[in-house]
Structures are given as structure tokens and as C-alpha cells.
């Protein structure tokens, strides 16, 4: 199992501050931060917690680097969640 399957099983338990922790560490680790698949899944555990604001900068991030990353994906998901309104439910 590589780094990567192991933040995202960390995730996927629930494990969000020790997997924020492997991810930043890889980030940090990468020449100026362009580790997309990190930055990716700090997005997803960004997202997890209801950090959405932050969520949106990590999947912005790493697309940045490559347009083509599952984080394209989620960042055009989350904007998609962010900019549902629906009318009955705010104004009732």
C-alpha cells in the first residue's frame, strides 16, 4: 500500500487529523507544494470536516497543477453543492 491508499483509508475511518498530517507532510515535502494527489486529499479531508471554503482551495490547487486530476471532479462537484439554491428551502 503506498502513502496515498493509506491517507485515503485514514479517511475513510474517520482518521482526519492524522491523515490531514501525512498529506501536509507531503505537500510540504514536494517542490513548492505541487503534489496533486495530496493536496486532493486534503480537500476530501477538508470536506469531510464541513471546511467547504477550504475544500474548494485544495481541489483548486491541485488542478491547477493537472487539469485532468479526480480533483477536477470534485472541485466541479463541490461548486455544483455550493451554488444549489432552492427557493422553498430558504424561504419558506
Known sequence: MDIYEEILQKINHNELEQARAMAQSLVD????????????????????????????????????????????????????IMNFYHRDLYNP
Not at 503534489?35 to 481541489?59: F, P, Q, R, T, V
Open 29 to 80: 515535502a514536494s517542490p513548492a507544494g505541487a503534489d496533486e494527489k495530496a493536496l486532493y486529499l486534503l480537500g476530501k479531508i477538508e470536506w469531510k470536516c464541513g471546511n467547504m471554503s477550504a475544500a474548494i482551495g485544495h481541489y483548486s490547487a491541485a488542478v491547477r497543477i493537472n487539469p485532468n486530476s479526480e480533483a477536477a471532479t470534485a472541485l466541479e462537484q463541490a461548486r455544483s
